[in-house]
């Protein structure tokens, strides 16, 4: 089955970050520092009434590949299991190298202009192009319960931690 999906981007994602390896690894382990969201001129008006949700999902395509031109391995070793060595399938893990390489961020909402949207919780390098962001609704995204989340219920993760971080012993 092959099919071309096309993609609008919406806006860019403005942050301090410029390298994968010193990008914090998930936006909620990462909510003390700030970006912001240029929106282009034509999807302006989609930001109205968004200030009035505290949290939205941020689409993003992630486009700095770490291999240029090769498909990602189905089966590759997460950022947080760099020690061990372990590899996980692609669906089972959450880092960048993906067949479509599509950013999933919850961000928190700090401002809404008519332009802009500045949020707390940067995961993203300066420039990411934003393909979509959709309020984040509590009786619809937080599922009942406590839900098991695999291998990564065993770990132990900082806040602020970036790959660079976790490639050293």
């Known amino acids: 089955m092959e099919l071309t999906v ?3 981007v919406i806006g860019v994602v403005r942050t301090s970050h ?3 390896e010193t990008t914090p690894i998930q936006a909620g382990l990462n909510r003390v520092e700030h970006g912001t ?3 282009a001129e ?3 008006d989609g930001l109205d009434g968004l200030a009035d949700f505290d949290y939205a999902w941020l689409l993003a395509w992630l486009h700095h590949p770490r291999d240029p031109g090769s498909d990602p391995p189905l089966r590759q ?3 947080l299991l760099r020690r061990q060595q372990r590899k996980m399938g692609i669906f089972a893990a959450r880092g960048p190298r993906r067949v479509n390489p599509v950013g999933l961020s919850l961000i928190q ?3 809404v202009t008519s332009q802009a949207v500045t949020f707390a919780g940067v995961d993203l390098l300066d420039g990411t192009p934003v393909i979509d962001i959709k309020p984040y609704v509590t009786r619809f995204d937080r ?3 406590n839900p098991r989340c695999g291998w990564f219920d065993q770990l132990t993760i900082a806040d602020g931690t970036t790959p660079g971080q976790l490639a050293r012993p």
């Open 77 to 79: 070793v997460p950022f």
């Open 18 to 20: 410029h390298e994968l």
């Open 42 to 44: 034509p999807y302006r």
């Open 6 to 8: 096309r993609l609008q």
């Open 143 to 145: 599922p009942p319960g």
């Open 37 to 39: 969201i240029d929106i």
């Open 109 to 111: 909402l700090l401002e």
